[in-house]
């Protein structure tokens, strides 16, 4: 035995411990820049979603449920409002809202006192309807992540919640 420090057994496990923890530090550094960049692709798809979304390029079936989903969740929009709200140009909304009239889907109703105009307004079949909708992109979803265990996507939902702080930070 020469006495070194380094010689001792618990340093030269220390040493491996410490090139060990580097190892782990330097995957842990890959593994954060591999989730920003799969993020960051995940952005731009929002982004460019949002551009289709305005452009009106959207598929038929996507503008009708974004809209159903839209009056569902917040009663007695105006058209302008909607199409604010969906991110759709007011052309594009009423085209739709009155196609989906003529299905029975919506309905305009005069607001309450001292407010003018027509307000859209989902009917009973647009509530089935936004829920036959909602069950095919359920469907599609469960597809697109069958292969995936139910604990990566509860990770992976951990993670996308915590990463939405990055994105819009809190005030």
């Not at 001292?114 to 909602?134: H, Q, S, W």
């Amino acid at each position: 035995m020469s006495g070194d420090l380094l010689d001792r057994p618990e340093c030269r496990q220390e040493g491996r411990d410490d090139s060990a923890r580097g190892d782990e530090r330097d995957h842990r550094e890959a593994s954060v820049e591999t989730l920003r960049y799969a993020l960051n692709g995940f952005l731009s798809a929002v982004r460019a979603d949002r551009v289709a979304r305005t452009a009106g390029s959207d598929s038929p079936q996507v503008q009708r449920h974004r809209i159903l989903v839209t009056l569902a969740d917040e009663l007695d929009l105006d058209p302008a409002t909607l199409a604010s709200v969906v991110g759709m140009p007011l052309n594009q909304v009423s085209g739709t809202l009155e196609a989906l009239g003529r299905e029975g889907l919506v309905e305009g109703v005069r607001p309450g006192r001292g407010r003018g105009g027509t307000v859209a307004r989902l009917t009973p079949a647009g509530l089935r309807a936004l829920d036959e909708l909602d069950t095919v992109f359920r469907r599609h979803w469960e597809a697109t992540v069958a292969d995936l265990p139910a604990a990566d996507l509860l990770t992976a939902a951990r993670v996308i919640s915590r990463l939405t702080g990055v994105i819009v930070p809190a005030r």
